[in-house]
């Protein structure tokens, strides 16, 4: 080798090194304890105030919960104007408003995989009473640009990029859309992009031919084109918000009125799978839906979950009756739409519910809250409404669901009480880092109404504080703060008191992935949790090493973008922290085979060395015994490998 190559090369692999121990370091900060001591277990807490009502909310970053309104009267005014935007920081318990500029009345969100917000869609310009406005450019009462057609995104929220903490984030609008979407879903895709599906020109209780938009596009625009779906074509007139999964097939799972179809994006064709059973889920009927937790356990597949609703026909969507006092389903139903093609029964509720959040929680267990037993979503005029509102008898009580329960015991409401606050239209939730649950919203009103109205628009913020809420939360130690799909595994320390002083605990320990998603009209669009692959060291000082193996190397599995990782030992978590999965940027992602993880043990106290003792197999073993090597080049902890490998070698030689 001659010297400048030589040179060349060294220089090459100092690169390669710095790069890969900048990403050797790249842990995050080791989570602490809840601010919260004391919490009310299994009961809500009213801890603020929302500024805008909340009919859409998101986590964007470990303090702040954005709130996204339709355009009314809200008292708190931006630029001159109602706002009808929040900013609302958890650590405060308050925020500032924010000005999103066009009508977001009834727009779909989700998170891209740079970890920027999507806005989407939403409503004509209005004015008080939600009548329309006389210009669709801005200024009048409200000063809301026409939001059928935009796009309105807010900036990266990674905790990586721009943790947007300082508040220095605004919304900002995008490329808007060649289709007007009002009641739009997103769901993001295996590269980052995102699919808008569904929506109407004008909106409406229901939909109707003259203004339906039964078609789908991405986001950000690849070939343009505006996809006619079937299954939208053929559910009117509840075709708004069709309820919408990425699957680890890579199809799309699609859910409208009572059909349901699989949808493969890329080559723009549907496969229709059974009819729904029971009840109609999506908007207005509005049953709660999520995909279970995906774990090792049940291989990483998914099987989604429908609760509530109600069970009207295709023609009984007219306003010219009671639907009010309509009793709401209690059905509940999932389907594994990889591995089977209908629904199958589950677990009824106690009592029929429409608009109940199915909130997943990082013990595996999932929350359900809100919403109301007879009725549906939606307001209007008529004289049978409760003022405005289309929903009545508001279900207080939480209760929740166990999916590794067995048949007839999933349900449960022990140790909970009732909120005092009515949760009906336009009312969300999501969980929060320090695993407590965040609710606000509730306005079946056209406009900002609180005066001599049953259920007035509402601002009060609830935290919901599950069991283990008041539990010490183990702290672990080298949770890296980007995830790869597949590549080699990482160590994360748990200290004694993490393992609340019996290391026999570290069996009974998991990692978790959750996305926590965008919560509007009953849905949590992109609402998603995966258990990681690991096995464990316990030491004789009663600590532990867990051995973490990266995302399954299958970005559908759980799309890129960011989202909280947990560490949950015997059901008690740590304070989520924030990760980037995937690159961080839209694009194909890489992937590699997962490494194969060192043989669980743990020492016996009294051994003082941890060879003795339990010794059980990793989970989900895999294919490569030299995971590294064999995902070379394809993965970032493949390049800091390659980057250390090269660098010693080199310096032997040199
Ligand atoms: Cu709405």
Known sequence: MDRTHRR??????????????????????????????????????IVGDSI??????????????????????????????????????????????????????????????????????????????????????????YDDPDGGNSYVQRLTTSALINPCDDESCEWVITTPMTTRRWYPTLETLEDGSAIILGGCDWGGYVNSADQDNPTWEIFPPTDGDVVKSDILSSTLPVNLYPLTWMLPSGKIFLQSNWKTALLDYKTKK???????????RVYPASGGSTMLPLTPDNNYTATLLFCGGSNLQSDQWKTNWDIAAYNASDSCVRITPDESSSYVEDDPLPEG????????????????????????????TEDWTLNESYADNPILMPIIYDPSAEKGKRWSRDGLSPS???????????????????????????????????????????????????????????????????????????????????????????????RTGFSTHTMNMGQRMLELQMSYTGNTDGSATLHVNQMPPNPSTFQPGPALVFVVVNGVPSMGVQVMIGS????????????????????????????????????????????????????????????LLSLSLLSSLL
């Open 353 to 380: 519910r429409s608009m109940g959040n199915l909130i997943l929680l990082p013990n595996g267990k999932i929350l359900m809250l809100n919403g109301a037993q007879t009725g549906t979503a939606g307001y209007g």
């Open 52 to 141: 805008v009502s909340a009919q859409q909310l998101f986590l964007g970053t470990l303090d702040k919960v954005y709130i996204v309104d339709k355009t009314e009267g809200n008292p708190t005014k931006i630029n001159g104007h109602p706002a009808w935007a929040a900013e609302y920081s958890l650590s405060k318990n308050g925020g500032r408003p924010m000005d999103i500029v066009t009508n977001s009345f009834c727009a779909g969100g989700t998170v891209l995989g740079n970890g920027t917000w999507l806005n989407v869609g939403g409503n004509q310009a209005v004015k008080v009473g939600g009548v329309q406005a006389d210009s669709q450019n801005g200024g009048g009462d």
């Open 8 to 45: 060349n090369v060294r220089a090459a692999a100092m690169a390669l090194s710095l790069f890969a121990s900048a990403f050797a370091q790249s842990t995050v900060t080791k989570p602490g304890q809840p601010s919260k001591t004391n919490a009310p277990l299994g009961q809500f807490e």
């Open 270 to 280: 549907e496969t229709a799978l059974d009819d729904m059973i029971d009840a109609v």
């Open 420 to 514: 005092t606050v009515p949760r009906m239209y336009h009312s969300g939730a999501t969980l929060l880092p320090d695993g407590s649950v965040f609710v606000s919203g509730s306005n079946p009103h056209a406009d900002y109404a609180v005066k001599n109205v049953k259920f007035p628009t509402e601002y009060r913020v609830e935290h919901f504080y599950p069991s283990y809420f008041n539990e010490r939360r183990p702290e672990p130690v080298g949770i890296l703060s980007t995830l790869s799909y597949g590549g080699d595994y990482f160590n994360v320390t748990l200290t004694k008191d993490d393992l609340f002083g019996d290391v026999n605990n570290v069996k009974n320990t998991k990692v978790v992935v959750i």
């Open 584 to 643: 961080g940027k839209i694009e194909a992602q890489p992937t590699a085979k997962l490494a194969t993880l060192p043989s669980s043990q743990v020492a016996a106290a009294s051994s003082g060395n941890s060879t003795s003792g339990d010794n059980s197999s990793a989970q989900g073993s895999n294919d490569s015994k030299n995971s590294a090597a064999a995902g070379l080049f394809g993965s970032i902890p493949s390049l800091l490998v390659a980057g």
